[in-house]
């Protein structure tokens, strides 16, 4: 916001190149010295160059990019930036944007207006290749419309499949609590879900894979109870509410297709390895040899609608298994309805640190399912169904350090070329240094950077070939009021999960928090084009 248009400056077009059935953005900055009235924008068809084939204005979508300031662990409150792109015009446009007070100095002021406006283009899947072009009007009142020329090449006659079918792994956590929160909705009402529905449109975009559902209250997602209702007996035992669940499956199946690993999260790691207030759940904790883990479920009154908190048996025990194994077989019996009783996975285990009393319950009653593991590296253990890589890609390559090592072998680097591709299970890279402070262009590069980097011998054997990239999140909003003002999101609200390793240390927001409902993000166009290009090659 300290760059402004110079007026003697040339407008030159905005030129697109894309491929059918995918979306490609551009971006145009309106700026002022003062405050512009009346703010206004509109966009024509694009026709083409050569014969009578259109596209649309109705597959052009102009987003207004909202300032935000950027509160959220670990960055809380350093960074202020345009991210959420807003798709109702802003109006008027008042100078004096607040910067971020930093601890000594004063706090900036940008007096010029300065409004991005990104332009994306869903090319139709039949559109005809050769080049289109179209214009944007910008208008202000008592001012002269400018009129931006828009350009696109439709490349070659090869269309893109749809998202859901990309080959890239694109891990990303959900937050239902930061939804409600952020739009002050009542959790699992009907203005809740029409939001959330809203959110699994936008993941689908992304070719997202995978699917939390908390089984446990107060975890590193940052939920504040499970998902899944236990509804106590006269004699005891306990029934069990799954309605949120199949909705909450039958959503994210409608948008994110069958493909999905569903993640059913029953353990944490409770926080940092050098953190000093050990404490999970809310409660402290001794570390030792016999620890008492905080195991929070949600139990509800049908009566009345509350909602209280009861603790399950300790792993090991014969009453842990007793619990769970309804919880488990009731789970699976609904993702079997959509067709994804084999996409089931426990999580979450940390590091590679196995609490083997858990695995025993766990197998005794699904002997078949697999663990969701986060880690700093790939060591290839057994029994892994789906890994989140937290830490550098092998060879020192991330998005943060791309090798772009001559290909001078018959396979050299690149993994589509590999048969050991369709082999492994499926591994991404927690990708950390991509977070919602870095700069926009890595987003651009983050699906090549991954891909293209090279597998190698470490630790005395064969580091695992990394699909894609996970980690991430999709709406961990700055919705919690922090002890020091402001706001931050929910990672970490409960447990701090182990070193680089949760949502908060990647991107917490591919999704921006727009004024009627969730919005794309810039990053969130710009990871959009690097799945595209990926998927091409």
């Known amino acids: 916001p300290t760059y402004y248009g110079d007026p003697n400056a040339r407008l030159r077009p905005i030129t697109l190149t894309g491929l059918r059935n995918g979306t490609f953005s551009g971006e145009f900055v309106v700026s002022s010295p003062d405050t512009i009235k009346g ?29 935000v300031q950027n509160s959220g662990t670990p960055w809380s409150g350093h960074v202020v930036q345009f991210d959420p792109l807003e798709p109702a015009a802003p109006g008027d446009l008042v100078a004096g944007l607040k910067g971020y007070k930093v601890s000594g100095w004063g706090t900036p002021e ?55 079918n990309f080959k890239p792994l694109v891990g990303m956590v959900e937050s239902p609590d930061s939804v409600a929160r952020q739009y002050n909705v009542k959790m699992w009402s009907e203005e809740h879900w029409k939001l959330l529905d809203q959110v699994f449109a936008l993941m689908g975009q992304l070719s997202v894979d995978d699917l939390y559902i908390p089984l446990l209250a107060r975890t590193n997602l940052g939920n504040d109870e499970s998902m899944v209702r236990w509804i106590k007996q006269p004699d005891g035992t306990y029934k069990h509410d799954f309605s949120i669940v199949e909705r909450y499956v039958q959503m994210a199946a409608k948008h994110l297709g069958k493909k999905l690993m569903v993640v059913c999260w029953i353990r944490d790691l409770p926080f940092y390895r050098s953190d000093s207030t050990k404490s999970w759940a809310g409660k402290p904790v001794e570390w030792g040899p016999n620890v008492v883990w905080p195991l929070p479920c949600t139990v509800l009154d049908p009566a009345t609608g509350k909602t209280d908190e009861i603790q399950a048996p300790q792993w090991g025990t014969p009453e842990a298994q007793t619990f769970w194994k309804p919880v488990l077989e009731g789970v699976r019996a609904i993702l079997a309805k959509q067709g994804l009783d084999k996409s089931m996975l426990l999580g979450c285990k940390v590091d590679m640190i196995v609490n083997q009393k858990c695995d025993a319950a766990c197998a005794a009653i699904q002997p078949d399912l697999k663990w969701y593991v986060r880690t700093h590296h790939v060591f290839g253990p057994p029994g892994l169904g789906y890994l989140n890589w937290g830490n550098y890609a092998p060879h020192g390559s991330d998005v943060m350090v791309v090798n772009w090592t001559p290909d001078e072998t018959d396979t050299g680097y690149y993994r589509w070329r590999s ?27 983050a699906m090549e950077s991954l891909m293209l980097c090279k597998c190698e011998e470490k630790f005395g054997r064969q580091i695992e070939m990394v699909h894609g990239l996970g980690s991430q999140g ?64």
């Open 39 to 67: 703010f206004k924008t509109t966009v024509t068809d694009l026709m083409a160059k050569a014969g009578a084939a259109t596209i649309p204005a109705s597959a052009i979508s102009l987003g207004y990019a909202k300032w």
């Open 110 to 164: 940008f007096k010029h207006v300065f409004q991005p406006v990104w332009v994306s283009v869903a090319i139709p899947r039949d559109a005809k290749a050769g080049e289109y072009a179209g214009t944007i009007t910008v208008s202000a009142d008592g001012e002269k419309p400018v009129e931006i020329p828009l350009q696109l090449r439709v490349a070659g006659e090869w269309a893109l499949p749809d998202p859901v």
């Open 419 to 445: 048969p050991k591709w369709k082999d492994v299970y499926p591994t991404v890279t927690g990708a950390w240094a991509m977070n919602q402070a870095c700069e926009l262009p890595l987003y651009r590069l």
């Open 474 to 537: 999709a709406d961990y909003w700055a919705v919690i009021p922090a002890e020091k003002g402001g706001y931050n999101n929910s990672v970490n609200r409960y447990t701090r999960q182990a070193q680089n390793l949760d949502q908060s240390s990647a991107t917490y927001a591919f999704l921006g928090a727009g004024k009627n409902g969730p919005a794309p993000t810039c990053r969130f166009r710009l990871f959009q084009e690097s799945l595209q290009d990926m998927e091409a090659r």
